[in-house]
């Protein structure tokens, strides 16, 4: 059922939320095609940075994190983190603080690394 | 207690198939087939209006608006979760958690999904300055097929940040009537009540509406009625709901990650469509806030600023004024005599029930000075404190700093919330341990809270004793009672299957609380605390109280007199305190005091009576939310624990300090 086009959307939802997971050290880079962007986790990926997010892991909290916005495609800055500790990102006016486990648990790009 | 509110709700049901539901579920609300009993009323509601929306979009205001002054806070039957439920005109408001979405997953989202079935008008209440957040929710909404009404909250904020939605492209787009509004200057909630008559069906989702027809085998019709239900359960049924499913007798299905992700696309799609300008990224004071160093430093400011208010303005001069002068001035006089003159004197049957309501646990002398001359004035001025925490959206960012601490005791950062309130008030704060998300953490917290919180009460008399022996034997206090918190925690980590939860927190805008609101906050939430805590420390006042009359009191003094005074090396009298200690958290201060403690066994003493069981009502509360069993097994453990650690201090401590 999950693969199933919703109606006339060419998108395979399903794919969207479960990629393949690729090969997520830099060198996997050329996997993805045209895309030469970096990938780190979220707890990896410096404050600053503009990432895409690309894979959410396979925690409990899928669900969750896709409603509040932070699914697969969806961009978001990184602009703060504490030692150890949670991940605090913003998508526009909205902050969201993501704990330290669930951040290494989610892959992104990162699109614009912030100047240093 | 909880459930005595529950017949007054007098709601028409909303129209269905009365649906078999499997036993011992955890039910989210009862059924009503047909018209409603007319409940504590005495008047059955023309329509059951649903507030619903996010977290911090101004519910409670807009709820207060249509209610007027007519409030009833109450548990949602079967839940511990809290809603308030008024009259406005000829109808029924109920106003729901914030939610960010429904869903059966917990039990705020379950109680808002059951609202919202039953509703004849829901009024959807957005942030104008978080639209695509919390579009989510209203195209939920929209595919339920509900009778809405959106209030378009906070234009001021979006006004301010240039980025002010259209409520005319979100009409259009929704199909339902927008009104824009700023509930806290009272802007535009005329119209909203005015618009309510027109509340319509949103427009679903077409591509999910398609999917509905082909895959879910239930007739939707297109009116309105008895359709509606079954209509909203099969979408519902398409995101995974296994509730549904069970109502619509269909084996589990669903993609939940496919729909949400489909419909978190179309949010942002049409708050983009809906709104002209740029987000604002995090405030410099957001930044100070929650980096550690600075913001531990804000934190502590902030708590010595509330240290001081309590322990000096109120704990000092408000309670010496009420229980001091008021109370055992006049009160406690007044109600020996009216005993006296009352109650005969002869028997000894007739002394026990003078003792029993006048007496030393009198159960209207102590135990009412105690409530209202100490208890309520610390609790309130807590509650206002920790009013102004929340309000001002500073409690996530408390969140955040403590996540990283709290997560090897099987937490996450949600935790400060209810050990911040245990610090006011252990019985209120084991309720709100419902924030958590998981029953394990909920379980481990509560314990925490039992062992090793002291509630304001308490920490009075422990600074009172303390204090005058200087900052090193306040360090061993404090360097104790952190250390049993933080083995504790992490022994249950490791006890209970299972993992925490991660923290995944939205974080509201730092912003000014409105006096008005904090008013309303602090007085309901005192006067809930009367009402549930109120009674229990009557209860236990007249327990000890038959203890006392019938000698069983002194057996159990002569009983503890061996670990009191060998194991703990404090005088025998110390064992009428800690029995004391189940009713009055202050520990009979007078008992305490006069005992004359040299510094070590005052250390001792306060070591043990921070780690003991708690009050009474606690104890209660606790065996509301875990079971009895559970409670019987943490109030044996604490008191085990609570002399153990002591009687290890009383070794311990010459050798550190002196």
Not at chain 2, 534 to 540: A, D, S, T
Request: proline residues 7%; contains cysteine.
């Amino acid at each position: 059922m999950s693969r199933q086009a919703l109606g006339t959307a060419e998108i395979d939802l399903h794919e969207e939320t479960h990629p393949a997971v690729p090969a997520l050290q830099p060198e996997g880079a050329e996997e993805l095609g045209a895309r030469a962007n970096p990938l780190a986790t979220l707890a990896a990926a410096p404050v600053g940075a503009r990432v895409r997010i690309r894979y959410l892991g396979d925690g409990d909290m899928r669900a969750q994190a896709i409603r509040l916005g932070l699914g697969p495609g969806s961009e978001v800055t990184v602009w703060a983190r504490l030692p150890r500790g949670p991940v605090l990102v913003s998508r526009g006016p909205q902050h969201i603080a993501v704990g330290h486990r669930l951040a290494g648990q989610i892959w992104v790009e990162i699109l614009r690394s912030p100047v240093s | 207690m909880r459930h005595r509110h529950g017949h007054r709700w007098g709601w028409r049901g909303g129209a269905g198939p009365a649906a078999g539901r499997a036993r011992g579920e955890r039910t989210a609300g009862r059924r009503h087939g047909g018209p409603a009993p007319a409940g504590g009323h005495g008047w059955a509601p023309r329509r059951l209006i649903a507030l619903v929306g996010n977290p911090n979009t101004g519910k409670s205001v807009i709820f207060h608006y249509l209610t007027g002054r007519y409030v009833e806070v109450s548990n949602y039957p079967g839940t511990t979760v809290e809603v308030s439920a008024g009259r406005s005109g000829d109808d029924l408001v109920v106003d729901t958690p914030g939610v960010y979405g429904i869903s059966a997953l917990n039990d705020e989202e379950r109680v808002t999904r059951d609202a919202v079935l039953r509703a004849d008008v829901v009024v959807n209440v957005v942030d104008a300055a978080h639209l695509s957040r919390d579009l989510f929710l209203t195209l939920q909404l929209c595919d339920l097929g509900v009778p809405m009404v959106v209030c378009l909250n906070m234009m001021d904020e979006a006004r301010g940040r240039g980025a002010a939605p259209d409520p005319g492209v979100l009409e259009q787009v929704l199909g339902v009537p927008v009104v824009p509004t700023v509930a806290t200057r009272g802007e535009g909630l005329r119209d909203l009540r005015a618009v309510l008559s027109r509340a319509t069906p949103g427009r679903p989702d077409p591509e999910l509406a398609a999917r509905l027809a082909r895959e879910v085998p239930v007739p939707v019709p297109g009116v309105e009625g008895d359709g509606r239900r079954a209509r909203a359960l099969a979408y519902l049924y398409l995101e995974g709901d296994d509730l549904a499913a069970r109502e619509l007798a269909l084996p589990p299905g669903g993609d939940r990650e496919a729909v949400w992700a489909h419909r978190r696309r179309r949010a942002d799609q049409v708050a983009a469509r809906a709104v002209a300008g740029p987000g604002s990224g995090a405030s410099g004071l957001d930044r100070l806030l929650t980096r550690p160093l600075t913001g531990l430093l804000v934190l502590l400011v902030i708590l010595a600023g509330a240290y001081w208010f309590l322990g000096t303005v109120v704990a000092g001069a408000v309670v010496d004024f009420l229980e001091g002068t008021v109370m055992r001035g006049y009160w406690e006089p007044a109600v020996r005599s009216l005993v006296e003159g009352v109650v005969p004197g002869g028997s000894p049957f007739w002394h026990a029930v003078r003792q029993l309501l006048a007496g030393e646990f009198g159960l209207l002398t102590m135990t009412v000075t105690y409530i209202v001359g100490l208890l309520l004035p610390l609790v309130v001025a807590f509650y206002l404190i920790m009013g102004l925490l929340e309000d001002s959206g500073y409690m996530p960012r408390v969140a955040v700093l403590f996540d990283r601490a709290l997560s090897p005791l099987g937490l996450n950062g949600r935790a400060v919330i209810p050990f911040m309130l245990g610090f006011g008030c252990v019985t209120m704060a084991i309720v709100s341990t419902r924030v958590l998300n998981t029953s394990r953490e909920r379980r481990i917290a509560i314990i925490l809270l039992s062992l090793a919180i002291p509630c304001s009460a308490q920490l009075g008399v422990v600074t009172g004793m303390i204090s005058p022996l200087g900052w090193r034997v306040l360090a061993v206090y404090g360097a104790v009672v952190v250390l049993v918190f933080a083995l504790a925690g992490m022994a249950l980590d490791r006890l209970f299957p299972g993992k925490s939860s991660a923290l995944l927190m939205d974080l509201p805008p730092l912003r000014l609380p409105r006096p008005g609101n904090l008013l309303y906050k602090t007085t309901y939430r005192a006067v809930t605390f009367l009402r549930e805590a109120g009674p229990l420390f009557f209860y236990g006042a007249a327990g000890l109280g038959i203890l006392q009359v019938t000698g069983a009191l002194e057996r159990v003094q002569d009983l503890l007199a061996p670990v009191v005074s060998g194991w703990l090396g404090l005088p025998p009298g110390a064992a009428t305190a800690f029995v004391m200690g189940f009713v009055r958290r202050d520990f009979g201060a007078a008992g305490l005091y006069h005992l004359g403690l040299d510094p070590l066994q005052t250390l001792v003493a306060v070591v043990t009576i921070t780690l003991f069981v708690p009050c009474v009502a606690s104890v209660m509360m606790i065996g509301k939310e875990l079971g009895w069993k559970e409670a019987a097994l943490i109030w044996a453990g604490n008191i085990v624990l609570a002399f153990a650690v002591g009687g290890v201090v009383a070794r311990i401590a010459p050798l550190v300090v002196r």
